[in-house]
């Protein structure tokens, strides 16, 4: 029962965050708000929003190991599994793209992350730091974006692709409909997944950052693999490496950032001696991709989710 449990609150999480989404969207465009804000705040912590309701449980819940090993174990499988996977797929021609500042962002607030972690605990002022962090990243891709459609000498400031979610036609009660799905949806399947994923780890002796790192995380990195899996049946390169690159940033920042206000967050010895370690060397395994113009070809698809299931079978053995 555990496991079902676990995998039903699984699903709500991700029904409730996409609904969150659509409905916040919509009605922020409604408010009048410009696309591109939507863009770069709401979207991104709206498709964040299981995670962070996971995290937050954690805290509350004093099973610190599952809100760690969430955020370690994403940004992990979102580079060998979120990329191997639609690689094994389509060739995802990512030599066409320059996505290196976002990536020294990526690595900055990963060495940021791990230094912070020496301390043993992430608390109030920690997190103070890695949204001080956070909101320096969105100003900055905020700056660019006005930019660099103010370079292509856009007709009309707003006239941007409109946001993940977004639906001109939507009617006001339907986005009341999905605000409230949202709202009463994450903390319901939160509460359903961190609680029944502890029962897991004690009944088969295993910690509960092993938990966090696997069965948590994994779920939890399934939108990132299905909006990866079709940008790379689309020939969308950019948007692949741009999500997991973007994801992994507000993982460390954002996610953690929130929860540490909401309580301490003890950092388990196995993250600094190896997990953390892990998360670092699969970030830079994508150097390649970002800097040299290599394709993730299919090659690399099978080196990276081989590398994957090594990470897996070591950690749960």
Request: charged letters at 15%; a negative charge; one cysteine or more.
């Amino acid at each position: 029962m555990p496991w079902v449990l676990s995998i039903l609150g699984l699903v709500i999480l991700l029904l409730a965050g996409d609904a969150l989404v659509k409905g916040a969207v919509n009605l922020s465009l409604r408010l009048g708000v410009p696309a591109l804000i939507v863009s770069l705040t709401i979207v991104a912590f709206g498709t964040s929003a299981p995670e962070l309701l996971v995290s937050i449980k954690a805290v509350l819940d004093d099973v610190p190991g599952i809100a760690l090993g969430n955020v370690v174990g994403s940004n992990t499988a979102n580079i060998l599994l979120v990329l191997g996977v639609p690689a094994l797929l389509a060739t995802m021609h990512t030599s066409e793209h320059n996505t290196r500042k976002t990536y020294n962002m990526m690595i900055g607030a990963t060495v940021l992350f791990m230094l912070l972690a020496i301390r043993g605990v992430f608390d109030f002022w920690a997190g103070i730091v890695l949204l001080g962090c956070l909101a320096y990243v969105l100003f900055d891709a905020f700056k660019e974006t006005r930019k660099h459609r103010a370079d292509a000498n856009s007709q009309v400031e707003d006239d941007v692709e409109e946001p993940e979610g977004a639906d001109p036609d939507m009617p006001s009660w339907r986005i009341a409909v999905f605000l409230v799905l949202g709202l009463i949806g994450l903390p319901l399947g939160a509460s359903l997944l961190v609680d029944n994923a502890s029962i897991i780890a004690r009944a088969y002796g295993m910690s509960d950052t092993v938990i966090g790192l696997t069965l948590v995380a994994i779920g939890t990195s399934l939108p990132e693999l299905a909006t990866t899996v079709m940008a790379a049946l689309r020939r969308q390169a950019d948007v692949a490496l741009g999500n997991v690159i973007g994801s992994n940033i507000f993982n460390l920042l954002g996610i953690i950032g929130v929860a540490s206000l909401v309580g301490p967050i003890d950092v388990d010895p196995q993250f600094m001696r190896f997990d953390f370690w892990v998360m670092l060397a699969a970030s830079l395994l994508i150097i390649p991709f970002v800097y040299l113009g290599r394709d993730i070809t299919r090659v690399w698809g099978i080196l990276l989710c081989g590398l994957y299931a090594l990470y897996l079978t070591v950690i749960l053995i």
